[in-house]
């Protein structure tokens, strides 16, 4: 009697698993159909955009959980406004005299007006300290006049050419088109700022061989700053010595609140959903990844197999146990279903922000909307059972 008991209540575990499983799967295969529906139905476009620029880890920088007080020491920034270029080649003058380790160029001059003050400015560009620059605008790159086009190094200002999201969370060191590889500006700018050795013993190559998380450390109060006037006013420009100065536009007047132009949304926008005015310059965020490189401070991004994984295995674990649960309460099993899922929920965005504390990213939302999902989807996994015993006998946990 006890024996036939004991394998009664195996029978029963091996059953409540097999439809754990069987929830799991069917759950999992009707997220993706819904996912390739909010996809290619063009009605559901603004709702995939929102989802996509949204992230529980943007909660970890609008806080301003990770607050640094320090100023990135190696890297300065000069706004160039909307100076003549004859004043912004009075200025690179002066910054390639005090002698800087590199000058990064965030500014296209895509036109040659044949004057003295285009020679001088060509002639800066073209020394061998500067790094200019060039947009990717699909299959179209968007460079400078073929005039200011000196021997030196070159690079992509674009971020993210993969997932063009709203939110610059990640960015592409490399990009290869037309059977060519092109490095991005942030890239070249770090590469030539650190010797050989130290690039190659800090393994940076490998770090940024696919996009790569940016760590960010901050606005533009992390970074020195100077306008172009101000620069020039400086009696020691030594500041600039052995350093990287970057040159772009940082707003009318530096850091204008309301100046958009080259302005891009960051997980810094301290208005987590629905950010309406975006919070950093293009520069400004160049200026974060190159920090990063410099300070080997790279993010560790768990990859989607993992992500998968977890996902499949706590929706397994919510069906075996919503299943179970759902023989034992009767009246109250909704409100303890909400009450467990609130609390799981609550506790892996916690540990996801403990972990990106550590250098470790993990897209949580993905893993708690499955997991949500495969316990609501237990009903209709009911109904189904039901419907297959009116056809055959199915042995099932469910009542």
């Given at each position: 009697m006890a024996k036939n008991k004991k394998k009664k209540k195996k029978l029963g575990k091996w059953v409540l698993f097999r439809d754990g499983l069987i929830?799991?799967?069917?759950?999992?295969?009707?997220?993706?159909?819904?996912?390739?529906?909010?996809l290619n139905i063009t009605f559901f476009n603004p709702i995939t955009k929102a989802l996509q620029d949204f992230s529980f880890l943007d909660v970890y920088y609008s806080e301003r959980l990770n607050a640094d007080p320090n100023i990135e020491p190696n890297i300065l920034l000069i706004n160039i406004e909307h100076k003549t270029r004859n004043e912004i080649g009075l200025m690179l003058k002066e910054v390639l005299k005090a002698k800087p380790k590199v000058v990064g160029f965030d500014v296209v001059l895509k036109e040659f007006r044949k004057t003295a003050e285009d020679s001088l400015l060509a002639s800066y560009l073209d020394n061998k300290r500067v790094v200019n620059s060039f947009v990717i605008d699909k299959e179209e790159f968007i460079s400078n006049h073929s005039f200011f086009s000196g021997s030196n190094d070159i690079g992509f200002v674009n971020f993210n050419l993969n997932n063009q999201n709203s939110v610059i969370r990640e960015f592409d060191s490399e990009i290869k088109q037309h059977n060519k590889i092109y490095k991005s500006f942030s890239l070249q700018i770090a590469k030539k700022y650190l010797n050989n050795h130290e690039w190659k013993n800090l393994n940076i190559d490998k770090k940024l061989k696919n996009s790569s998380v940016i760590n960010y450390k901050g606005n533009l109060e992390k970074f020195l700053s100077f306008s172009i006037d101000e620069f020039m006013l400086l009696k020691d420009k030594s500041i600039v010595e052995n350093k990287i100065v970057l040159v772009g536009y940082l707003?009318?007047?530096?850091?204008?609140?309301?100046?958009?132009?080259?302005?891009?949304?960051?997980?810094?926008?301290?208005?987590?959903?629905?950010?309406?005015?975006?919070?950093?310059?293009?520069?400004?965020?160049?200026?974060?990844?190159?920090?990063?490189?410099?300070?080997n401070s790279f993010?560790?991004?768990?990859?989607?197999?993992?992500?998968f994984f977890l996902m499949f295995f706590f929706s397994l674990l919510a069906s075996i146990y919503f299943i179970w649960l759902s023989r034992r309460l009767k009246i109250s099993y909704r409100t303890a279903r909400k009450a467990v899922l609130f609390v799981f929920a609550i506790l892996l965005v916690w540990f996801t922000l403990v972990l990106f504390k550590k250098g470790i990213v993990i897209k949580s939302a993905p893993i708690i909307a499955v997991t949500v999902f495969s316990a609501g989807f237990i009903k209709f996994y009911k109904h189904l059972v039901r419907w297959i015993n009116t056809k055959l006998k199915f042995k099932s946990y469910l009542k």
């Open positions: 929830n799991t799967i069917l759950s999992l295969v009707v997220c993706y159909l819904l996912s390739l529906l909010f707003g009318t007047p530096t850091g204008n609140v309301f100046d958009v132009e080259d302005k891009h949304f960051t997980p810094l926008n301290e208005i987590t959903s629905g950010k309406s005015i975006p919070d950093m310059y293009g520069l400004v965020i160049h200026a974060n990844i190159i920090a990063m490189i410099l300070n993010m560790f991004e768990v990859g989607n197999g993992w992500i």
